[in-house]
Structure formats: C-alpha cells, structure tokens
C-alpha cells in the first residue's frame, strides 16, 4: 500500500497517498490545511470518505456495544423514552428492543435500559484491516480526481472500483472474519466450557 516498513503503523498520511498514487500524483509529506493543493484535498476530505466508508458495512473493528439508559420522556405514546445516541455513533447496528425507532441523534423506545450495537467513529488507523484501508483510499481518491486531474473517465473508473472491486473484497473478508468470531468460535468455546463445568 505505501512504503512504510510492515512494522510500522498505517497512518492517515498512507492513505491519502495511496488515494493519490491511483491518480498518478506525487506523495505527500504531511496533510497541511495550508499546504499545496492535493495537500490541502486530503486534508478536506479524508475524514468524510473514511466515515462513508465506515457506514457502508458493519465493520468488526468499528462495531462497539453500550447500554444505554434515560428517564427522557417524550409524547410518543409506545415510544416514549428517549435515548441519546453515544457522540461517536455513525451507524446503529441493533436494538435491543423489539419496538424502537430512530430520530436524529436519539433511540426512541419504550424500556428505560436498552442495549445498543453501533458503528463507531473509527480514527485509529491502526485498527484498520488492509483491506479497508485500500476501499478507504479509493473512496478518497473519487473525491480527489476531478480537483487534481479533472479527468470524469478516471473517475468513474475510480468508482466502479471502489463498487465492484475493492469495497466489496473488504466487506467480504470483513464478514468471513465476524463469522468466524461469532458462528464458530465462540460456539466452541462455550462447548468447551460446558465440558469442563464452567
């Protein structure tokens, strides 16, 4: 992806330059919101192509839990306590409650303690799997084609990648991965602990 040595933790800055070598542009040696122009780009918009690409599936690193608890009323009849959303939640994911719904930046629902699973938002690039990094920075390099090239046929080449190819490889690796933890492993382990008594 960059030439940083495998040992060392993937930054922003890759990203952006592996977003900016599927240009054919230079790499860069810092994002500077006063810097050059492909600078000042990353700087711009890295954050938002990181966080649609956050939304776009149920990430395992970015998939937080929380319960949540209020005393919030509304006049909303059967949903009528209201919960605030945690300030880092992009995507809610699962409720559990089997009547809830969702308005702005609160969870509407008649219990007083729910339990919610969401998509949080994820900066830590050292948490990022390679393969997101690489649907992340083609995400990015979408929103920078037309400001640094200006060309419409490689960015709709940009694109159909980051549809066809990359979004979808890391979504999959992704959920073979969440599958493996949740339908297989932790299946055997409580069958392990029941064979030992526990």
């Not at 009323?73 to 559990?96: F, K």
């Amino acid at each position: 992806m960059s030439n940083t040595p495998s040992n060392t933790a993937l930054t922003a800055l890759d990203i952006c330059n592996t977003a900016l070598c599927k240009l054919g542009e230079a790499p860069l040696s810092a994002i500077d919101s006063n810097g050059t122009l492909p600078s000042r780009l990353c700087y711009m918009h890295y954050h938002p192509a990181r966080r649609e690409v956050l939304c776009a599936t149920r990430w395992t690193f970015a998939t937080k839990k929380v319960k949540l608890s209020s005393a919030e009323t509304s006049v909303d009849g059967e949903h009528s306590v209201a919960h605030s959303l945690p300030l880092d939640c992009l995507r809610v994911l699962h409720v559990n409650s089997p009547q809830w719904v969702l308005r702005g930046r609160c969870i509407y629902c008649p219990a007083a303690e729910i339990k919610l699973c969401y998509t949080a938002d994820t900066d830590d690039c050292s948490l990022f799997e390679p393969l997101f990094a690489e649907a992340l920075a083609t995400r990015l390099a979408c929103k920078l084609c037309i400001p640094l090239i200006n060309s419409t046929t490689a960015l709709q080449a940009l694109r159909d990648e980051y549809r066809r190819v990359a979004l979808p490889q890391a979504a999959h690796a992704n959920a073979v991965q969440a599958a493996s933890n949740d339908s297989l492993l932790m299946p055997l382990a409580r069958k392990r602990s029941r064979l030992r008594g526990l």
